[in-house]
């Protein structure tokens, strides 16, 4: 027997003891694992997305960022 093969056999032996609320969270935990590993994908995705922006709109959204803010805190 692998040793991925006792780990899981393991996991199901505790599952069959655990109340459907423990399951239930078990489950959650199980999911939210799964979306994790999708999240770099998701990330990576913007990845370029400014490489054809202007440079002086790219200045206004760097640069200047700290002017424009407080210029807009202003405006309120």
């Given at each position: 027997m692998t040793?991925t093969?006792?780990i899981?056999?393991?996991?199901?032996?505790k599952?069959?003891?655990?109340?459907?609320?423990k399951?239930?969270q078990v489950?959650?935990?199980?999911?939210?694992l799964?979306?994790?590993?999708?999240?770099p994908?998701r990330?990576?995705?913007?990845?370029?997305?400014?490489?054809d922006?202007?440079d002086?709109v790219?200045?206004?959204?760097?640069i200047?960022?700290?002017a424009?803010?407080?210029?807009?805190?202003r405006?309120?």
């Amino acid at each position: 027997m692998t040793k991925t093969s006792k780990i899981k056999l393991e996991i199901i032996q505790k599952l069959e003891a655990f109340s459907l609320a423990k399951l239930s969270q078990v489950m959650a935990f199980v999911k939210r694992l799964d979306t994790d590993k999708e999240r770099p994908n998701r990330i990576l995705s913007y990845a370029g997305i400014w490489k054809d922006l202007d440079d002086q709109v790219f200045d206004d959204l760097t640069i200047n960022l700290q002017a424009n803010r407080a210029k807009d805190i202003r405006e309120f």
